[in-house]
């Protein structure tokens, strides 16, 4: 005889999970103990939230579901920030929380809320176990359901009674490929001839196009067509940066460089992009069309309405295309002369003697290789990351663009560091974000990791404080004090310094990488820039010239 929280741990190994994220309570000890006698690694965190950002990142990077744990009531609470940034990011992961006895409640209402409908809305499913024997299904429907289009999170809430039931063995359910549909002959039709009939095509790469089963296709299919391409925030990367038709990055969404080569397309043709993304461009009447390839059909709104849909397994949907067209676009580089225009005004005043943003993208460009890894957090500095830092390999810029929460960059980071030790990873994080996970340097520490943290300090939450201003409102309530940072990073055991001079940072964020260890770096940041540039230079926007 076994208990049934041991049947569900073997029902994690049986779905090849590694490593659980989070902090046990009361009510999942019997869990607890399974857990240890498995060769599951618990990986403990200083707070829920951080928990199932790992988690959530670890479905990022894999396409497999990450794994947190939680009690009840507050700590199962806590996790819904991250269900939700799983959920609009679209990254795979099981949340497993406990809960008092069902079959008695020897403590009354004590604790307890209604976590299966709290997590309803922000999951994929949710559902309570009541029975040992309803283990093996329901862990196996669980990881099915979070992993498939569109991959997200799923909840399942073991009782503590439940948990400690004696049972008998139970055979596990072996997981088997599930292949995703693949778009219809007539939609690739459709597709086709408006690709080859259009005068000047762009494509754009997004979220969706970042999943690992899906990059290397992607990449094929836009040598094969020889069309320049722009991405999303999420879409950065999923091209290698040598095919030299790049455009840039729509950090905005609208009137920004990039846009010069929207509005002059005729026919935009967006791969994997999901409107839970800020809107990297804006349909209208007088627009381009567009064709919508993907794993899912479009999801029609205001301001997106795609006149053609290409549904299903990117992959083979992008082969199958690339057969039908591939020679056969004769203008299919009409917008590339615009490229070197763009790409050069983005690219403006990158080493001025300033901490400037863009002098702070360009230094971090120059100390991370083409693998390197960059979680970022939710600020200002966002912006002029996803618009400046060019990347060459899928997943190697971690923003969040969906749920934008603060506070997701240093656990998304600890994730990357121990899932690819030998590449380096920095955490990019504001003050405001740092401060709201910033107890998960102890878990970074304790797990000695390699991992630099750059801290950039305004003392404020400078992008709702930059919005104030152009929108005309007084400056307040956005302002704060830090502590110490030096002092905070060497409190937890981890390595701090404080950047005086701009010269200083690439040198230092080098020296920082080749210490190792947990690395905090803190810079200050001359955010006069947004007004400067993404306000009053682009309400102007300087002109761009074809190439001669």
Request: glycine share 8%.
């Amino acid at each position: 005889m076994l208990k049934a929280s041991d049947l569900f741990v073997a029902a994690l190994e049986n779905e090849g999970v590694e490593r659980i994220f989070g902090i046990p309570g009361e009510e999942n000890l019997d869990l607890v103990e399974s857990i240890r006698r498995s060769s599951i690694q618990l990986v403990l965190t200083r707070h829920e939230q951080a928990a199932a950002f790992m988690a959530a990142t670890y479905g990022r990077l894999t396409g497999k579901p990450g794994v947190c744990i939680t009690t009840l009531g507050p700590g199962a609470l806590n996790l819904a920030t991250g269900a939700g940034y799983a959920l609009l990011g679209a990254m795979p992961m099981i949340m497993i929380t406990g809960q008092k006895a069902i079959r008695s409640s020897r403590q009354a209402r004590f604790q307890i809320v209604d976590v299966i409908a709290t997590m309803k809305p922000l999951t994929k499913l949710s559902r309570q176990i009541v029975s040992p024997t309803m283990i093996p299904a329901m862990v196996r429907e669980a990881f099915r359901v979070a992993a498939e289009e569109r991959p997200g999170p799923v909840l399942l809430e073991l009782p503590e009674d439940i948990a400690a039931e004696s049972c008998e063995e139970t055979a596990q359910i072996p997981a088997h490929p599930i292949e995703l549909p693949v778009a219809s002959t007539e939609s690739i039709e459709r597709a086709a001839q408006l690709i080859m009939q259009a005068q000047a095509p762009l494509l754009m790469l997004g979220a969706a196009a970042s999943r690992p089963r899906s990059s290397s296709d992607l990449a094929t299919f836009v040598l094969r067509t020889g069309i320049p391409y722009f991405t999303t925030q999420m879409g950065k990367g999923t091209v290698p940066g040598g095919s030299e038709l790049y455009m840039g990055t729509a950090a905005l969404s609208e009137r920004d460089y990039v846009h010069e080569a929207i509005e002059r397309a005729d026919l935009i043709v967006t791969i994997g992009h999901d409107t839970v993304e800020k809107p990297p461009f804006l349909m209208g009447a007088k627009g381009p069309k567009v064709v919508h390839i993907g794993y899912e059909p479009a999801h029609v709104e205001q301001i997106y309405f795609p006149q053609a849909e290409v549904v299903g397994d990117l992959g083979p949907s992008l082969r199958q295309l690339a057969d039908r067209v591939e020679g056969n676009i004769p203008n299919a580089q009409a917008l590339l002369p615009l490229r070197e225009g763009i790409l050069s005004r983005i690219a403006a005043r990158a080493t001025e003697d300033r901490f400037t943003p863009q002098r702070l993208v360009h230094d971090v460009r120059e100390v991370m290789p083409a693998d390197g890894i960059l979680a970022l957090d939710n600020g200002m500095y966002k912006i002029w990351f996803a618009r400046n830092y060019r990347t060459q390999v899928a997943n190697t810029l971690l923003l969040d663009n969906a749920l934008a929460t603060m506070g997701a960059g240093l656990p998304s980071a600890i994730m990357a560091a121990m899932l690819y030790p030998e590449r380096r990873v920095m955490a990019v994080c504001g003050d405001g974000g740092f401060m709201m996970n910033s107890q998960e340097l102890e878990t970074a520490v304790r797990l000695k990791l390699d991992l630099v943290v750059l801290i950039i300090e305004d003392r404020a939450f400078g992008m709702i404080r930059w919005k104030q201003a152009v929108d005309a409102f007084p400056d307040y309530g956005m302002t704060f004090d830090n502590p110490d940072f030096v002092t905070y990073a060497k409190a937890y055991g981890a390595t701090g310094t404080r950047v005086e001079t701009i010269d200083e940072l690439r040198p230092t964020l080098e020296k920082a990488f080749t210490d190792g260890g947990v690395q905090l770096v803190v810079v200050p940041i001359d955010y006069s820039e947004n007004k400067r540039v993404l306000v009053d230079e682009l309400q102007q926007r300087l002109p761009i010239q074809k190439e001669a």
